[in-house]
């Protein structure tokens, strides 16, 4: 078992920029892929970026490439989405998720481990 909590989430104005955390505890995230995913009100849960802990394998959706990166740290229990150029229509609830294994997948429904979400509100 692994338990994932957000952080870093707030207002910015449009063209700013944010970082949120994911931090694991019960298991480190080493073997696990993490991804990130938003839920923007009235809307379903989309992809955002994943990782693959084993190899570093990124993928992102096509609206945040360029503009986000997801990495993590090198004591296994943090990883990050730097969020750069942000939009109003990158407004949501952005999710932590991990998943055993090493494929990137970008499929909400394969990831085994949620946090609980932080808030990003980006003004225009």
């Known amino acids: 078992q692994v338990q994932l909590v957000e952080s870093g989430g707030g207002l910015v104005q449009a063209g700013g920029s944010l970082r949120l955390s994911c931090a694991a505890s019960g298991r480190p995230f080493s073997g696990l892929t993490v991804g990130w995913f938003r839920q923007a009100p009235g809307k379903e849960r989309e992809f955002v970026a994943v990782l693959s802990w084993r190899d570093s394998r990124t993928n992102y959706a096509d609206s945040v490439k360029g503009r986000f990166t997801i990495s993590r740290d090198n004591g296994k229990t943090t990883v990050y989405l730097q969020m750069n150029s942000l939009k109003p229509e990158d407004t949501a609830v952005y999710y932590c998720?991990?998943?055993?294994?090493?494929?990137?997948?970008?499929?909400?429904?394969?990831?085994?481990?949620w946090g609980q979400g932080t808030q990003v509100t980006v003004s225009s």
């Open positions: 998720a991990a998943r055993s294994g090493s494929a990137v997948l970008g499929t909400a429904t394969s990831y085994d481990y």
